[in-house]
């Protein structure tokens, strides 16, 4: 079964949290912070697969916590989206450049938060198996080059290394078949 994925909420107004809580509740495990720094600590603790951050805060505010985010290569990948009743046009633009994937303005709709936060839970989830199969297309190819480049000896079976000896060894049925120096003599003779 797979497991379920979890958002952290960082916002410094606990209502805000908890209604939030309630709405992503049935969609996902919800972390929450309230403050900055709890945030991130939280994240580097649980690593979320989203987090929801509120800009204004005290101390470490929204903005920091994002660019705090994204300079850590662990945490980088993780997608925030900025829900925050500043919502100037500066504010939306500075937000999205540090890396952030959405912005909203509070009062937001619960209908629209628990949708953008589904949509992009499943586009990370996407990005992570595209990222998997990647991963496992590189090691097939890597196997396959090595396997093309070793050369099997069709009458003795032995393989040339990559020093130029000959060992016996087994090889996959893809190989290219050669003839060794040693059998080579012995069909030459």
């Known amino acids: 079964m797979p497991r379920r994925p979890t958002v952290l909420i960082v916002d410094d107004v606990p209502s805000e949290v908890v209604v939030l809580g309630e709405v992503l509740a049935p969609l996902c495990e919800v972390l929450f912070a309230t403050?900055?720094?709890e945030g991130l600590?939280?994240?580097?603790?649980?690593?979320?697969?989203?987090?929801?951050?509120?800009?204004?805060?005290?101390?470490?505010?929204?903005?920091?916590?994002?660019?705090?985010?994204?300079?850590?290569?662990?945490?980088?990948?993780?997608?925030?989206?900025?829900?925050?009743?500043?919502?100037g046009e500066g504010e939306e633009y500075a937000g999205l450049r540090l890396g952030a994937v959405d912005y909203?303005?509070?009062?937001?709709?619960?209908?629209?938060?628990?949708?953008?936060?589904?949509?992009?839970?499943?586009?990370?989830?996407?990005?992570e198996q595209q990222c998997a199969l990647v991963?496992?297309?590189?090691?097939?190819?890597?196997?396959?080059?090595?396997?093309?480049?070793?050369?099997?000896?069709?009458?003795?079976?032995?393989?040339?290394t990559d020093r130029g000896a000959w060992e016996a060894m087994l090889i996959p049925p893809n190989a290219a078949f050669t003839v060794c120096p040693d059998c080579l003599r012995e069909l030459l003779a």
């Open 41 to 87: 600590e939280l994240a580097r603790r649980c690593l979320p697969d989203l987090v929801i951050l509120d800009v204004v805060m005290p101390g470490l505010d929204g903005l920091e916590v994002c660019r705090s985010l994204k300079a850590d290569p662990r945490l980088a990948p993780i997608p925030v989206i900025f829900l925050t009743v500043q919502m």
């Open 104 to 127: 909203l303005a509070k009062p937001t709709p619960p209908a629209l938060v628990e949708a953008r936060v589904r949509n992009h839970l499943r586009a990370k989830a996407l990005y």
């Open 135 to 160: 991963a496992e297309l590189r090691a097939a190819l890597g196997a396959q080059t090595k396997a093309r480049q070793a050369s099997q000896c069709a009458w003795c079976r032995r393989v040339a």
């Open 35 to 37: 403050s900055g720094v």
